[in-house]
């Protein structure tokens, strides 16, 4: 990969032969876990203007209708979080000279806050070609991170590293784009009870807390802005000026938690089932995919693989998002399975192979699926890298119960450096294909009820018992003699079998991450707290020592649009799994008020709570729920000290078996994580996302 400088460019061309589809990276670190931007992407012509606002492609509208731009999403990296876009460059209109890459912060952060912010530009194969570093990030805002441009026939890469303390709204405008902002919503904290703030406070501070809750509503009265009227839509004739001045393209401002913007209804399918028909409870609604019959795992590998290959290629929007980051373009999928391929002596029979067409060119990649615990086989994966690179395919797909890890290899290979063609090797979780259909269906909607119903046939073939598609659900065989060194005291530091336990935690967490963000229709990534440049494995052995000498793995969650972090913490000694968060206090009102508030918020959530004052640095009073409700001052520190914020937890018996059945491990953490999201961070609202400064 070549290292440019800022205002350097190079030739994507010269650095490769299959640069038409290529995938940007922008990607950061944090030392708190927390910090976090959002990427964007502007199209603009030879006047360095968008041609009208469909041209900005950003959270909200993630993807062009021609499959020129596709915002593929963050995946969590061994030292932080990745935004990728995928970018057809033989797709882009001609009118567009440049696609700018850009990124901007929320809420009062800036780009300073963030650490080793990077820009990477790979072919579709997956090979970085050229890569730019920013190391002057300030009290910048918004970043213009490198732009790909035209030159005769060949497209370009410049490195700009331009930031903006104006943000998002300041990068826009200089785009011919007008962001319209929106006033931030007070958080739920400093909402509740305002109205009725003056009866909870003793009677020497009435008359205080009755004029801040009138500050409050007066300055949010004055933070809403006055609504513009809607600009005339369609183009105005060139031979005769418009009687009003031209509308500006515009678009909305930066809030979190917001759906896609479409150009046209989206259908998605209800929660809650329609009421059944059914004489009695024991009878089984008919399926598209049926799934009883299947005896043996070839059965399950066979019937899995045709019935994915067959809905991706039925419905556009999910065999795109499947296939989008392996470099595949946006076109006319067709799916195969049993395919007989010519390999030495004996043909090679790959479970399945997709070929998307767009401009006449052929994108083709061969799949191949394991289901249950079977593991992915280096050999077989090996001959199928080898008969790809014969042939001519882009990629080779491999589909299992595994959850890929950052610098850890699914299966050994060999890649002889002397082809001149290049072949891609790509991993995909059950889960992960599970999170995408449900995204689509429950939350991002898909282009018409068939297709909606296909995605949903296909979710109840992957949740059902016996398809063998339900993610990852095994922690390996050093599990359960590592829990037994751990409960007895004999497992020693340096003990190879903890690493591998601590391996298959970040794989669960991770699992745990996509059914959480399935659920809420936001994603969920692990927060990693490690500087950019160090070492996975060697972070994965200092993980094993703790665990060796503590006996606990821990783990941090993040839901995009939040600002706090769920912990989640297995302890083997115990049996126990604790998850928690910690709310911020809101500053200007009184302790037991601030408290109260609390404690109306969370009244739907278990009484088992364990709610702690946090005090400065220290940690103040605790008590479960239950107690809490009828004696709220017991929160108060005794000291009189100032109230910082809150620490919430639940407390949950572990399974102790390594598999996923109802005594299970895995299980267990996942109902955990469940049951405190559902239970406790959903009742707080704006509060637990209330906008703060991050990193």
């Known amino acids: 990969m070549q290292e440019i400088v800022k205002g350097a460019n190079v030739s994507l061309t010269a650095l490769s032969e299959d640069a038409g589809s290529v995938v940007v990276s922008l990607s950061w670190t944090s030392a708190t876990g927390a910090g976090d931007a959002d990427v964007s992407v502007l199209l603009v012509d030879e006047n360095g203007k968008v041609r009208s606002e469909n041209d900005f492609y950003f959270y909200n509208n993630p993807a062009a209708a021609d499959g020129s731009v596709q915002l593929l999403g963050k995946t969590p990296t ?109 958080g739920a904290l400093a909402e509740a009870g305002e109205a009725e703030g ?27 802005p006055e609504t513009a009227p809607a600009a005339p839509s369609g183009t105005d004739s060139p031979a005769e000026p418009p009687a009003t001045p031209t509308a500006t393209p515009t678009v909305p401002a930066q809030t979190r938690g917001r759906g896609p913007r479409t150009t046209k209804k989206k259908i998605t399918l209800p929660k809650v089932a329609k009421k059944s028909l059914a004489e009695n409870d024991t009878w089984r609604t008919a399926r598209l995919f049926p799934v009883p019959t299947l005896k043996s795992d070839r059965e399950r590998e066979v019937r899995a693989t045709s019935v ?22 946006a076109g006319r999928m067709q799916t195969f399975t049993e395919v007989s391929l010519p390999h030495g002596d004996a043909p090679k029979r790959p479970d399945g192979v997709i070929r998307v067409e767009r401009a006449g060119k052929l994108w083709t990649a061969l799949v191949e699926t394991k289901t249950n615990g079977n593991p992915l086989k280096a050999e077989q994966v090996q001959a199928y890298m080898d008969i790809a690179a014969r042939r001519g395919y882009e990629a080779v797909i491999t589909l299992s119960n595994d959850v890929a890890l950052e610098g850890t290899a699914m299966v050994d290979i060999k890649v002889d450096g002397r082809r001149k063609h290049k072949v891609g090797l790509w991993h995909l979780s059950w889960a992960e294909v599970a999170h995408q259909a449900q995204m689509l269906i429950r939350h991002e909607g898909v282009g018409n009820a068939a297709h909606a119903w296909l995605l949903q046939e296909l979710l109840e073939y992957l949740q059902h018992e016996n398809s063998g598609c339900h993610g990852f659900q095994n922690m390996g065989p050093a599990w359960v003699p590592v829990r037994n060194g751990i409960e007895d005291e004999t497992l020693a530091l340096g003990d190879g079998r903890a690493v591998e336990v601590v391996e298959s935690w970040e794989r669960l967490v991770r699992q745990v991450c996509l059914r959480l963000g399935g659920e809420l229709g936001q994603k969920a990534l692990p927060v990693q707290r490690a500087r950019r440049g160090s070492d996975a494995r ?8 703790r665990l060796c000498a503590e006996g606990r793995l821990s783990a941090e969650l993040r839901i995009e649009g939040t600002s706090s972090v769920i912990a989640v913490v297995a302890d083997l000694r115990t049996g126990k799994v604790r998850t928690s968060v910690d709310v911020p206090a809101p500053e200007g009102s009184y302790p037991l008020v601030i408290v109260k508030r609390l404690l109306r918020l969370l009244d739907g ?71 405190f999201y559902q239970g406790v961070v959903a009742h707080l609202g704006s509060a637990e996302a209330r906008p703060g400064r991050r990193g």
Request: proline content about 4%; aromatic content about 6%; charged content about 25%.
């Open 78 to 186: 061994e030292n932080g979080d990745e935004d990728r876009i995928g970018v057809d460059l033989t797709a882009v209109p001609l009118d567009v000279a440049r696609i700018v890459v850009a990124a901007s912060q929320y809420a009062g952060a800036s780009f300073g806050d963030l650490d080793d912010l990077r820009m990477t530009v790979a072919d579709r194969s997956g090979e970085p070609l050229v890569g730019f570093s920013i190391e002057d990030a300030g009290v910048e805002t918004a970043f213009i991170f490198g732009e790909l441009y035209r030159r005769g026939e060949e497209w370009k890469f410049r490195a700009v590293g331009q930031g903006y303390e104006t943000g998002l709204a300041g990068l826009a405008t200089d785009f011919g784009i007008t962001v319209l902002e929106e006033a931030d919503e007070p």
């Open 198 to 224: 003056a009866e909870e406070v003793e009677k020497t501070g009435e008359a205080a807390e009755t004029a801040e809750a009138a500050q409050v509503t007066e300055a949010a009265a004055a933070a809403v």
């Open 308 to 329: 994915l290959l067959s809905v991706m290629a039925q419905v556009p929007e999910f065999g795109r998002r499947l296939t989008a980051a392996f470099g595949a373009p």
């Open 538 to 545: 060697a972070r994965r052995v200092e993980a094993a020592e």
């Open 605 to 675: 959530a278990p009484a088992d709570l364990h709610v702690q004052s946090l005090v400065g640095e220290g940690n103040g009073p605790r008590g479960t729920l239950e107690r809490l409700r009828p004696e709220p001052g017991d929160l108060l520190p005794v000291s009189g000290a100032a109230l910082t914020g809150f620490r919430l937890t639940l407390v949950k018996g572990m399974g102790a078996g390594r598999g996923n059945t109802e005594s299970g491990f895995i299980r267990s953490v996942d109902e955990a994580v469940d049951r």
